[in-house]
């Protein structure tokens, strides 16, 4: 018996090792041992400016620029930056974020001398504003939440605490806004029935627990680089103590994967984020990994994807493999219906969140009946269980409601009307801006979710968010991989920003970051940081501060 199944145990662990991306993000696992093995170093002030060699008149270039900025940074916003220092050693999120704004190799000496202000006032039409008056045009989109613009969710939120005044926030029992909820989302998503949860994490984790229950079987697939919140499931390699044995982690768009799908038997379900044909099979991309350029700008394929996916959901129902389409980030914002609706493809359980809670926290499940039941008719202890104190907190519904209802509003409805023309032009007509003037950078974008691609290797891309924040634009703290317009961008809203994202390269390009010089590969830069990793692995002494 032992002797005959070997073979077909060879067989799946070979085709498993074909379904995995050659990256590290396919190897959660080795990845794990590789960032257990990394050493920490920084470079020293002369380093700083020198990273990949450059003459004395570059390297005094960059340093004078780097100071300009800085003045400005303290200059123009003192109120924002001593608050933030001090809240700064408070705040356990807040110190993670601002470490890893920037490659770790620099970002102390950064954010000592380029501190980003943590905090706001206000928020109007497109821009917020800082505790020292000054505006920025918001491209952090609130992680994705802001589709609208903020006025939008403000609206939502008053209007929630106007309609909530009577009942307060009494839970266990509905506010009938719960079931006008229900039946929007059910008819919006295609599917049976809707469980409401606190955030996209929760509702992936319900998600996966459901197919888990149906299925009698373990293991939930993931795609190499997929985002599915920080539950540990779904995150099997870096940024989780502990090993995922459950999950396996597939190559995206390969019929390797497909192939695995087709043959083990313990699949639950598969996950799929939408946002990955932007970059599949890698994580996304963020400033403190942009150690040199991605040089091919990004190009995503939606007919690719979209036949990736009818490929996928053939497999899934040929295997009765629950597929989940997690549309937190992506849901409402690539069409009313989300992915399913923009790539045509019908999944067994959708997961929302962010924007669906009119700017209140949500998460949402909307599936097919046989998949949300949480208990069998006959077995009665035998249930999937799933609550949480705060599921259905009546201001959260009401103001789930506003934002549900205002999907009907005429104006909302000429929001989503050439979507993707409106964004793709957009990005041409700044990318024609970046390339008439000369300098190396590129935006790729899904609809209105953009990323910066820089076509030169360079140690120093990373800076260019700094120069953004001097031009009065704002990212988030990964930087300028992931940049989120909200649709009530005007053509004039969005020239402003053309022209300042102009300026900024314009700005970092006098400030000699872009020099090229010998060693201005990506294969050289990469390498003389593998090579300076080592020295400090291997001589502990001089841990903490690399040479120069
Ligand atoms: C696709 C996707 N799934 C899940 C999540 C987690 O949502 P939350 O941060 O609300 O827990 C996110 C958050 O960015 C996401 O983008």
Redesign the pocket.
Known sequence: MILAASPLRVKARLEHSRAKHGSLSGHPRIARVVASWMPFYEYGEARIFKAAGAPDGVVEQRRADFVRLSDLYRRRSPETMRLTAEATGLISDLQFTEAYRVPFQFSSYVRRHLPVGAFLQSSSGVATTDLDGNSYYDLTGS??VNLFGYDFYKECIDSAIEHMRALGPVLGSYHPVVADNAARLVHLSGMDEVSFHM????A?MQAVRLARYHTRRSHLVRFSGA????WGDVQPGVGNPAPAHDTYTLKDMSEASLRVLRSRHDIACVLV?P?QMMHPNSAAPADSTLVGSNTTPMRPDRAAYADWLKRLRAVCTERDIVLIF?E??VGFRLAPGGAQEYFGVRADLV?Y??TLGGGLPI?AVCGRKHLMKRFREDRPADICFARGTFNSHPYVMAAMNEFLRRLEDPAIVALYRDLDEIWDRRAAVLNKRLRDAGLPVQVANLSSIWTICYTRPSAYNWMFQYYLRAEGVALSWVGTGRLTFSLNYTEADFEAVAGRFVAAAEAMRQGGWWWEGPLASNRKIKRRILREMVTHRLSPRRAGRAPG
């Open positions: 992680y994705g955030s996209g994490t929760e992936v985002y599915h919140g920080w984020n946002v997690d937190v980030f997961t969140g962010k998460g």
